[in-house]
């Protein structure tokens, strides 16, 4: 019996390895198309990306994968038939279950529907951008909360809060009541710390912006990453006008950065954020790869490795310790004066600022908040589109203090709800708090932690990181995952603290 | 009747498009393994490749397929059932129907073992080559002749040769007859003129060896390319240990190229040859893709364009009064003594080599007949794999009056025997043939052709071999293309006329 479930787990197995080498090969051509395709292949790339979102949908979706799953799970009542399973393997199943219920939810007419109004809405959002004309958007961002709320229709339980169904293609197992909770929890002593840092003198951050050469920022790069533990024989690094990684594998597991040549830590905090994103992919058991135990748990978690890296490490004064001697040795002009202190200082410098991607650690999270609010009231029918700019500004004000002069550095900064993307934002914010209980795991289990980072001993972090989080796949959810390797539930509270003691030293509150 | 046969032409060419955007995107695959791919996935590529090498197959012989051509035509005879189509449609068809034919004759099952073994042998096939053991390939070849053999028995018409078969695949239409024809009215012709140049003074080349910096090849590279119109926005330029050109669509052909830091010539001549080649691709017609109207003729076609462009204009005295003087500008080390005669003659130096991929205009053809000529033996069974060194030298002898030191520059120079692609090398000669023929309808063509290429105008060729190649697809094959294009049955006299004439001169026979 229990020999007949591991066959049929087998083929199971194999079904969704097929599927998932078309996803890898569907990475590939987006990645290439972000670095390398000429520009006047856009068109073809379209049909060839349209067309392995097809193939994809299609293998997921199929008679075949339904027969050999429904060998092993009541597909209906989500109750595991098969026998002796390992633990792992029934939250495969479990996972594979979820997977396919979502991906049938969808008509195959409207999967293609959604994917062709959002790729245009793509263009026409970059035009309006450009030209700082909301209204030009706005119609299409109407047709595209329509089309969200019929997904949403599409794929909610009954009862459950329409931004739910959303939310949970990003961050599995998590409610808006969740992120709701998290999110007030958090709001207001941000936003109290912010006021306090902007009563206070601020520091000064002049040295990091001058001119920084290239080919030094880039070898600066290929440090970190040697010293991080990104393997090169397994990815490579390119560079795009917006930084990102992409993995097919975890033998293959790429990165691009982009290069200030006036900003010294930009391309620093690009490094570290993406090679964290990259250490994740490479990490994943490569025998598992097509099972959900060889896939990365959600966004949230995602972001926490990425987070992890560029604000935990790499705004870390004893990091720093080791490593800005390096960095006056490269670009000597301008830093020859400066002390690890004033570094440290700048480069955790707050100030509030109209652009999430630039933000510090303590605007960043209000960025998130704002978007999530604001999203989760249009896909209510609360806020209308032609409302949003006003919406945007208002909080903005409120939580910041500040005014965009116009859309452009307001709501359409971000690419994500012309992709249709709802229920992403969060996450970001997630990643930083999922991180920070990490962090607080990772100081408790390593005593000489400062010591180890002073001397510039960073790639043992791989190794924690593979033990905490990469080793499980999605064999847990979120917060699940962050009880099992944190030992205690998942809170708020080793984030804000973090926060509130950081600031408090270098502001001097 | 004619406008439902219209409306099952679209239908069938919508079918066809599929595979192709398929072909498309495996093509983009494997220019990433050969110029971007870390090392460390080559194994998830081969996964990624078989899986794509599945789809295309399945997708060329579904039923789908078979319903819709079967609806315009009659697939066993060939008799064109639908009226009123065009005469390119009804060639179209044509090519349809036989492509059809081929690949549904060969077993799913004898598909993939076929890739798998070949797969192996070229990782055996670079071993022994590295470490100069014939006896570890040899056991792979015969295994390879074995399934070629299998492969012909699956294709051939009765009565047919064995090597007809598989000399289609690369250049349809021509027989096995019509090569060993063409091969023996040039072969007698070329040895003869080789030893008259034996013996005959050699030229002066040492002044193409030195030091060039790679930054002034590549940028030399970018001029040429510019010049032939080659547009970047459908293309780009990379590096790989072997040249290629990958197309995907008109819109993305891209090429690679190889720097010799101490060889003046060898990139020039690669960016002319790939350079050729991706024209051709990124002049098939864009509104065709995915019909035979919008493919390449054959290998033979194919590398008349590449060979036209590195040999024909590329060795050329009246391009060089051009681009030698901006040669010497910037290389003018060891150059600045070199008139453009003495460079004329030293890049036509013939001599003989163990090389097929380094060989002059003189040697090179019979590089390919000797290639030929043992291939034949080996499916025939006239050879056995264990002779074959012993056989490869003594031809070598014969024809050049060389004899290799060792089998690494003797019979395991070339990859093709270890892919099992047989009936490939003699592609590589007709090209050259049927180069000369379009280069002597040029040149009846364009009176002032001389005076252009004097003037380094050489972007009007571009367009002449649209009109004469490009534009037509596989509208006709090779031979009757080349009947289209310049007037006249093709034969080898132009090009044996060319050779004659250009080394009389070169070396005052």
Redesign the interface.
Known sequence: MAKRDQENYRKLFEKSY?AK??E??SN??GW?QET??????S???G??LK??AG?IHKSKTSPDFKEALSNLIDIKNGKIIAKGLSKEQESALKCWRKDYLRDVALPEEFVKNFAKITSEAQVVWRNAKKDNNFKLFAPYLEKIIDLVKQKSRHLSKKGSHPYDALLDEYEPGMTTEDVDSLFKKIKDPIIALLNKIKSKKQVKDDFLHGKFPDSKQVSFSQTLLDDMGY??????LDFSSHPFSSS??P??S?ITTRIHPTSLMSNISVILHEGGHALYEMGLDPKE?GSPLGQAVSLGIHESQSRFWETRIGKNKAFWKHYFPLLKKAFPKGLEKIDLDLFYKAINKVEPSFIRVEADEVTYPLHVILRFELEKDLIEGKLKVKDLPKAWNKKMKEYFGITPKNDQEGCLQDVHWSMGAFGYFPTYALGNMYAAQLFETLEKEQPNLEKKLEKGQIAFLKEWLKAKVYRYGRQFESLELLKESTGKPFTEKAYVDYLQKKYKEIYGL
Do not use: V, W
């Not at 390398?36 to 292949?41: D, L």
């Not at 393997?231 to 490579?236: E, L, N, T, V």
């Open positions: 097929e080498i078309l890898g090969i590939i051509l290439d390398m395709m000429p520009e006047g292949a068109a073809i790339r049909e060839q067309t392995m193939l393997d090169k024989a397994y990815g490579r097919s594998h033998t293959d790429r790869y």
